[in-house]
């Protein structure tokens, strides 16, 4: 979240919580959440599921969304930290966040011509692993749609 500075929560009268945060731009304006692009929304939520709940397993659906590219890499990061401590399943369609993943931890779920579920491991595939020697990136593979079973 790179223009936000500091993050507040705060008790209303009816028990209810408001969150609230202030930007670098303003030194002394909150303003709540609702205010916040979703991408920041999001972030926040990533940082929460990662580091604040304490459970063995979370399933994220598309944490890239309306997230700004240059952001991606950092989600990625904090996946693969958060990772050591539990089991994260995340699912997606953002080619960016494919190519920032770890080859042997992507799955790719595809429908077969009886339209049954097929799960794919790009990274046992040897057509795959010669693409990727010859410089072609798992991320252009996918938006080419070369990875299915």
């Known amino acids: 979240m790179p223009f936000v ?29 609702s ?16 580091y604040f709940e304490e459970k ?8 890239a969304r309306s997230m700004h590219p ?11 930290e958060a990772s050591e401590k539990k089991q994260i399943i995340v699912t997606t369609h953002n080619s960016e966040v494919v190519k920032y993943a770890d080859l042997e931890d992507l799955l790719f779920i595809f429908r077969d011509k009886e339209g049954f579920s097929t799960i794919s491991k790009p990274g046992e595939k040897e057509g795959v692993k010669t693409f990727l020697k010859n ?11 070369l990875l299915e079973v």
């Open 35 to 50: 205010f916040a692009s979703e991408g920041t929304i999001i972030m926040i939520e990533l940082v929460v599921a990662l």
């Open 56 to 63: 063995p397993l979370t399933i994220i659906e598309e944490p």
């Open 70 to 80: 240059s952001l991606i890499s950092r989600v990625m990061d904090m996946l693969k």
């Open 135 to 145: 410089e072609i990136g798992i991320e252009e593979l996918y938006i080419q749609n």
């Open 5 to 33: 500075e500091e993050l507040t929560l705060r008790k209303n009268e009816d028990k209810s919580l408001s969150l609230n945060f202030r930007e670098k731009y303003t030194s002394d304006t909150y303003f709540p959440i």
